[in-house]
């Protein structure tokens, strides 16, 4: 996908193993179904080269821990049926529809997490959260590329 960043990364993560599924359950699509807009490889690059800027200004290497999730794979992780791991969000409206968003959500390792949060807090956004679980902390970035983007920032220990 890029120089630092493939697409390997995203569809194939430890998630797959943890829960015994195939990583050939878990590809990107390649086109969005009619109606229904879901993140294929075009979107999920676009983030890789949002991701090529924060690396390039950290200095030092980004892990993706988590990339795509089918919705299989969500299922398992214990992930919201919303989630934008699945390369969509649901956002409701005014008087109660929803409508479903274009969407990118990667989590992400470094060796510096709040200096990676600062540099992608000035980076498009839609959602950064700083998660810790035990010792372990990870960012969760995620980016809608087709419509306005909440910018949320926020820390959460599970």
């Not at 992608?120 to 839609?126: C, E, G, N």
């Amino acid at each position: 996908m890029t120089t630092h960043f493939t697409i390997a990364e995203i569809e194939s993560h430890r998630l797959c193993t943890k829960h015994g599924l195939p990583l050939s359950e878990n590809r990107l699509p390649v086109h969005s179904p009619v109606n229904s807009p879901i993140s294929t490889v075009a979107e999920w690059k676009m983030a890789c080269d949002l991701l090529e800027q924060a690396r390039a200004r950290l200095g030092a290497p980004i892990v993706i821990s988590c990339g795509y999730r089918s919705p299989r794979l969500n299922t398992a992780a214990g992930g919201v049926p919303t989630s934008q791991h699945q390369g969509f969000y649901n956002q409701k409206n005014p008087g109660g529809s929803r409508t479903r968003i274009q969407s990118i959500a990667l989590d992400l390792q470094a060796a510096d997490i709040d200096r990676l949060a600062e540099i992608m807090a000035t980076l498009p956004h839609d959602q950064i959260l700083i998660e810790t679980s035990g010792s372990t902390r990870w960012i969760h970035w995620s980016w809608n590329p087709y419509s306005r983007n909440r910018r949320q920032f926020i820390p959460i220990n599970l």
